[in-house]
Structures are given as structure tokens and as C-alpha cells.
């Protein structure tokens, strides 16, 4: 069962939360990173991609761009920009996109749990991306960014939280420039916390939404720490990692699109022939097609929108896996009409968050005369049903909005 615990987190001091919190590290290239520190200095940005403060000339993964990042973070804790609360505690963070809102517990999950799969993931991860983030936090001694979990909510737990929201003031409550409003609770009576500890030991599974990378990070800093501590009780700050935990049916996923460098040397005309083999195919003359149901596409070239609707028998009889839109896409059109076989690592395809326009994706086909596929977004449920097998998604699955921001919490890991 679930090992989620409070903890005394650093946050921003009263009047610095908005300037503080920062979209996640990976959201930004390092020119981007740099412009967003450049405005605003206080962005925690400057701290999770520390490699903002050398010129190019200084390597991003380099041992100077992680001691800076140390640095920087100590430096802001000595100034009082960041305060820690005097004892463990759980926070409750809500955030507010479009007239929806979400809300989870800010807490620290267990690298055991992680381990044992009662935190289930279902991407691969890469070693290079790991390691990046392995030194940020060993260096930096704090996980700096949280990771994104959802799961099953009692209804005891649910009514708790919003009990207390409407009990006390939020000690944060902004709207960041991209229109999320953000407001975080803190939960600091001892019975509260004991109940909330309790009622999530009665939850079997929790599940990454995002943050693969981070989790599995965060994971072998801590099994690093018990080598250098072999006489370590479990209890210490480094058994545990930094997490928002949300009921898994408040969240929205949206698609993840797909867009492609060329069309093989094909003619327009053949390639959106080739469809027809697997699909339903209907011209969108003048309209941009944004697909409504699973199993159906929208398909951009030369100019013109198709709505490609997969036949039943093409992903009948598939596994869970098989039967999501990504894969049926991969199998049918990316790999055997485009030879794209890997879309990890083929550099003809790239892709596009849902919080894109369509006419966006139609944009960047047009830059190299290529192709767009606009997606159905994954559920929640097919997630977790895929992870409760043990097996894995596709790249780029699913895209979560509204995006976690980074600086609200920090979790020290020698405390």
C-alpha cells in the first residue's frame, strides 16, 4: 500500500510565489530558458536549467551548471525568498485552467513504492535524461521539482480536502501568464495529517502522469544515498521524493500530435491513397479536422484536411496497447507508408502538445512539405488499465495540462 508522507517543504515567501514558480525544466530549449531568466531573474527556471547564467560556450551537462544551480538555490533560501515550515506537513495544491480545477496533495512518495510498482509508470525513460536530472538533485541535495502522480481518491480523502479549502485561506492564490491560477494550502493540524497518511495507505496504486524521468531520477539519488548510508533506517528525507498527488478523474489529458519531415518522396495524391487501406477517408475542404472520437484522425498535407477513421478489424483482438490511437497510427501509417520505425529517435517525425492550434501542425508541415496527424487524446483510464498490466505506451502518449510548476515546493533531502 501507499507510502505517502508529509514533509517540511521550502516555498516561496508571501509575494514571491508568482515571480518564483516556474513552468518544468523540459518545457524549455536553452535559448528559451534563457530569455524567460533573463526577464524575470527570481524564475526558478535559474535554478532547475542553472545552465542559463554561462554563456554558450559552457556545456549544458557540464559540473559548473549543476554547482550554480546549488548555488542559486541556497543563495535565494539565505536571502528569505524561500521559507521551510517548522514541521512536516501536507499541502493541497489546486489549479484552475479554463473554468476546470484540479486539486492534489503535495507530499513525498516512497523510492520503495516506486520500486515495488505500487507507483506504476508506463514510459520508457533514457539514461541521458536521467542523468542530467541525477546530479541536479544529488548536487542540489532537494528534489526541486515535483512529480505528477494520480490515483483512486477515497471519497473520505476528497471531502477532507475540500473541507479544509473552504475552512482557511489559500497562503498562495495567483494566475501565472499563461492564465492557470494557482492557489496551495497548507495542511499543518496533526489529526489532518494523520488521516490524510492513513486514508492513502489504503490506496494499492499510484500512477506517474508525468515525469517519468524525475521519478526514476529521483529514485536512484535515493538508492545512491543509502549506498553512501548503508546503515540507514528508511525514514531518512532521501527514501522519499517530491509529489503532487491527484484524483486520477480530475485530470485532463489532452492529444499528443504527430507531425512528419516529408511524405517519403511520395505524391500527395499516393500518400493519401495509401489511407485507404485502413481508414475511412473524408476530404475537409476549407476545415481543419479535430478529431472527436478514439480511433479517428486528422490528417493535414499539400494544403487540405482529411478525417481518417480507422477500420474495426485493424485493432480487433489487439491488447490494451494495440488498441490506442498512437499505436494504431505507428503500425498502420508511420512505420509501413513512412518508414518511420522508431519515433524515439527518427529525426523526420516531431511532436506537438494539444495545447497547440491545429493551425499550428498545419504550419510546420508546410515548413518542410511534410505531414500532420492530429490525435484523439489518451485516457486516463487506458493509462492506468496499461500500467496495471505492466506493459507500456508509445512516446509521447499523452500530454497533461495545466503543467506543474516548479519553486512552489522543495524537498530537502538531508532534513
Not at 382 to 406: C, H, N, Q, V
Amino acid at each position: 500500500m501507499a507510502q505517502i508522507r508529509p514533509f517540511r517543504a521550502y516555498r516561496p515567501c508571501q509575494g514571491m510565489e508568482k515571480r518564483i514558480a516556474a513552468l518544468p525544466y523540459d518545457v524549455y530549449n536553452r535559448e528559451e530558458a534563457c530569455e524567460v531568466v533573463k526577464k524575470n531573474p527570481d524564475s526558478f527556471l535559474a535554478v532547475d536549467r542553472a545552465e542559463t547564467q554561462f554563456g554558450e560556450e559552457v556545456d549544458t551537462y557540464a559540473d559548473c551548471v549543476y554547482e550554480k544551480a546549488d548555488q542559486l538555490l541556497r543563495e535565494k533560501i539565505q536571502e528569505g525568498k524561500f521559507v521551510q515550515d517548522p514541521t512536516p506537513c501536507f499541502y493541497l495544491y489546486e489549479l484552475t485552467m479554463d473554468g476546470n480545477s484540479q486539486t492534489g496533495v503535495v507530499a513525498c512518495a516512497s523510492i520503495d513504492d516506486y520500486r515495488n510498482n505500487v507507483i506504476k509508470k508506463h514510459e520508457l525513460t533514457r539514461e541521458d535524461k536521467e542523468q542530467d536530472r541525477i546530479r541536479h538533485v544529488d548536487v542540489c541535495d532537494a528534489n526541486t521539482g515535483p512529480i505528477f502522480l494520480a490515483c483512486r481518491y477515497p471519497a473520505e480523502l476528497l471531502t477532507l480536502m475540500e473541507e479544509w479549502k473552504n475552512a482557511h485561506a489559500p497562503v498562495y492564490d495567483f494566475t501565472s501568464d499563461d492564465e492557470i491560477t494557482h492557489r496551495v494550502w497548507v495542511v499543518d493540524e496533526e489529526e489532518k495529517i494523520r488521516t490524510i497518511h492513513s486514508l492513502f495507505g489504503g490506496i494499492s496504486s499510484i500512477y506517474i502522469a508525468d515525469g517519468h524521468h524525475r521519478a526514476a531520477s529521483a529514485v536512484k539519488v535515493g538508492q545512491k544515498r543509502r549506498a553512501e548510508h548503508p546503515d540507514y533506517t528508511g525514514k531518512e528525507e532521501f527514501n522519499f521524493f517530491l509529489s503532487v498527488v491527484f484524483p486520477y478523474d480530475q485530470l485532463t489529458i489532452l492529444p499528443y500530435h504527430r507531425i512528419v519531415k516529408d511524405i517519403k518522396g511520395m505524391e500527395p495524391k499516393a500518400f493519401i491513397g495509401s489511407m485507404k487501406f485502413n481508414f475511412e477517408l473524408m476530404a475537409m475542404p476549407g476545415f481543419p479536422c479535430k478529431p472527436v472520437e478514439k480511433h479517428c484522425f486528422g490528417l493535414y498535407v499539400d494544403g487540405e484536411w482529411f478525417h481518417l477513421k480507422a477500420y474495426p478489424d485493424i485493432y480487433a483482438g489487439k491488447d490494451s496497447v494495440g488498441q490506442l490511437d498512437v499505436s494504431i497510427l505507428q503500425d498502420k501509417v508511420l512505420g509501413p507508408v513512412l518508414g518511420i520505425s522508431d519515433p524515439r529517435t527518427d529525426e523526420r517525425i516531431r511532436f506537438m502538445g494539444g495545447n497547440h492550434r491545429l493551425k499550428d501542425l498545419a504550419a510546420a508541415a508546410d515548413e518542410t512539405g511534410g505531414a500532420a496527424f492530429a490525435m484523439y487524446p489518451t485516457s486516463m483510464e487506458e493509462l492506468m488499465t496499461i500500467a496495471d498490466e505492466g506493459k507500456l505506451m508509445p512516446p509521447k502518449s499523452t500530454w497533461f495540462e495545466p503543467k506543474l510548476r516548479s519553486g512552489l515546493f522543495i524537498h530537502n533531502l538531508s532534513d
